[in-house]
């Protein structure tokens, strides 16, 4: 095999050349290191990972804990995560917590003890568990998706955060449907205890203050998140004396439960009840209706939760940053409204 000192004798540069160009540790000049990578091209050279973790201390890979990785959501933040990690060279291990608080303690230390430089996690509703081993162990982490309280974490641990915009696209949501004319609007809401859930329950009050509509709490049901619990809250919402005209759907994984209540109830969207949707996904333009959503930057929270951490790891003594990024209004016809150019 083709070993580092091979291939700074055919790039006619020093070994410490070849080294820094490997790992990124000082400016090369583009020539130098174009030189360097052919010459690893040429040769086939691959790099001792494991000797190179001894030396630096780092093992160049990240651990990512995301819950429901079927979820089309948490699939494009994968992607956007892999993405970047990839460019600045570094491999990715990833670990499912179910979004249990025990499960997700474990596979974070499991990740842990596998020597990853640093964590990105979406953190349960109940995350105290993680957050004391974590903090414990100083683990370079940036939260996605889910924002964590820094009150409940141990003195001292700092992190960093990066989500879309919650609040404010839900509030455009229930003012849409208000314009409409609905007075009764439905939401069916996340699981409870996630920075999530409550920004949206808090988006979806605001929309009903801007339009002059009072809060019921019976119109909130919670369908934690998943398409099961989403279709038993929406036949909940619709058994009420008086039942909803308009439906808010807190994730893409309720708007499909919450579809399927209504089929079951043989009703029809948007002639028996107008439905918006948070989290846009592939086919919601090719339902028909075709779905009113708001749709997450999903792939750049991944990109940023990546550039977040690999800033952490470079300056660790830096101060904690939250990102949040804008989410769009896809206006589509399950709202009610007519098809753009139609005259109907």
């Known amino acids: 095999m083709a070993t580092m000192v091979d291939v700074a004798r055919s790039a006619g540069v020093s070994v410490a ?16 290191r174009q030189a360097v990578l052919d010459a690893i091209d ?22 990512l804990a995301v819950s429901a990785i079927s979820n089309p959501y948490f699939t494009e933040i994968l992607q956007g995560v892999e993405a970047g990690a990839l460019e600045r060279g570094y491999s990715l291990l990833i670990a499912d917590p ?73 509030t455009l949501l ?54 099961a619990g989403a279709e038993r809250a929406t036949d909940a919402l619709l058994s009420l004396p008086a039942p909803p005209t308009a439906l808010v759907t807190a994730n893409n994984a309720m708007t499909i439960g919450a579809l399927r209540a209504v089929r079951e109830r043989g009703l029809s969207v948007p002639r028996d009840l107008a439905l918006c949707c948070f989290d ?15 749709s997450q930057p999903s792939r750049e929270i991944g990109a940023q939760a990546v550039r977040l951490l690999l800033d952490r790891l470079d300056s660790p003594g830096r101060e904690a940053r939250t990102v949040r990024l804008p989410s769009a209004f896809v206006h589509r016809t399950s709202c009610g409204c007519p098809e753009k150019g139609s005259d109907s």
Request: net charge negative; proline share 7%; aromatic share 6%.
């Open 280 to 294: 846009d996904f592939s086919w919601a333009d090719l339902f028909s209706p075709r779905l009113t959503a708001i």
């Open 98 to 170: 179910h979004d249990d608080p025990a499960h997700e303690r474990k596979v974070v230390q499991l990740l842990h003890e596998r020597r990853v430089d640093g964590m990105l996690v979406a953190p349960s509703a109940h995350p105290e568990e993680l957050l004391g081993y974590l903090g414990r162990h100083d683990v370079p982490t940036v939260f996605l998706d889910r924002l964590v309280d820094g009150d409940r974490t141990a003195p001292g641990f700092v992190f960093d955060q990066v989500c879309a915009e919650n609040t404010e696209p839900l």
């Open 17 to 32: 050349t070849v080294s820094h160009v490997l790992n990124d540790t000082r400016p090369v000049r583009p020539a130098t």
């Open 174 to 227: 229930v003012r849409h449907l208000a314009e409409l004319g609905h007075k009764r609007i439905g939401l069916v809401a996340g699981l409870p205890g996630l920075s999530t859930t409550s920004e949206r329950i808090s988006g979806y009050r605001h929309g009903l203050a801007y339009a002059g509509l009072p809060y019921d709490e019976r119109l909130v049901v919670p369908g934690n998140s998943e398409a």
């Open 42 to 63: 040429e040769l086939g050279y691959t790099p001792n990972t494991l000797a190179r973790s001894l030396v630096t201390s780092r093992t160049r890979s990240i651990g």
